[in-house]
T-cell receptor, first 110, second 114 residues
Framework: GQQVMQIPQYQHVQEGEDFTTYCNSS?????IQWYKQRPGGHPVFLIQ?????EVKKQKRLTFQFGEAKKNSSLHITATQTTDVGTYFC??????????FGQGTILTVHP | EADIYQTPRYLVIGTGKKITLECSQT?????MYWYQQDPGMELHLIHY???????EKGDLSSESTVSRIRTEHFPLTLESARPSHTSQYLC?????????????FGEGSRLTVL
């Protein structure tokens, strides 16, 4: 079946370093969403990308959707301890169904 | 702030007991979902619904069952709990059935089966 793969599984950075997580789908996606889950919390929606090649920014976060609409990335510039958590991408893999990637656990050392 | 509620937040129960995890949303969303998540692990879709009287199984096989008699309510039931059911169960709701907009998640129900 359709899959949404995400790498890396873990990322440890020093505060101030950049961070990137990548998401790949086996099929073309109509859109891709990104969520953040703080330790002990629930996933919270960050953004949705719809257009081929789309780039969106939220302060230090930059989201990209690939030209073929099969891959996406989230880049954080100059990480802070508040960025700690698990970042998930998610794509609609059939009517009404949203499948999540495996997530990237980000640890930021002060 | 999203209006989606899950109860109980925490449940410790013995093997063989029947449990129901409640999920309610007040946003009028058509789509509702149940995800299972072990600590620090990925989210596995176990059930979803497009609307009233619609339920579908997700990607991960689950012994649980769901019902959708009212738009706002999507309870999950385990007829006979086992230790392998120990996990966190997250309920989510989305917008209109034809769209795949953002999902709003509840706080989760952490189930421990002894």
């Amino acid at each position: 079946g359709q899959q949404v793969m995400q790498i890396p599984q873990y990322q440890h950075v020093q505060e101030g370093e950049d961070f990137t997580t990548y998401c790949n789908s086996s099929t073309t996606l109509s859109n891709i969403q990104w969520y953040k889950q703080r330790p002990g919390g629930h996933p919270v929606f960050l953004i949705q990308l719809v257009k081929s090649g789309e780039v969106k920014k939220q302060k230090r976060l930059t989201f990209q959707f690939g030209e073929a609409k099969k891959n996406s990335s989230l880049h954080i510039t100059a990480t802070q301890t508040t960025d700690v958590g698990t970042y998930f991408c998610a794509g609609p893999t059939s009517y009404g169904k949203l499948t999540f990637g495996q997530g990237t656990i980000l640890t930021v050392h002060p | 702030e999203a209006d989606i509620y899950q109860t109980p937040r925490y449940l410790v129960i013995g093997t063989g007991k029947k449990i129901t995890l409640e999920c309610s949303q007040t946003m009028g969303h058509d789509k509702m979902y149940w995800y299972q998540q072990d600590p620090g692990m990925e989210l596995h879709l176990i059930h979803y619904s497009y609307g009233v009287n619609s339920t579908e199984k997700g990607d991960l096989s689950s012994e649980s069952t769901v019902s959708r008699i009212r738009t706002e309510h999507f309870p999950l039931t385990l007829e006979s709990a086992r230790p392998s059911h120990t996990s966190q169960y997250l309920c989510a709701s989305g917008g209109l059935a034809a769209n795949t907009g953002e999902l709003f998640f509840g706080e989760g129900s952490r189930l421990t089966v002894l």
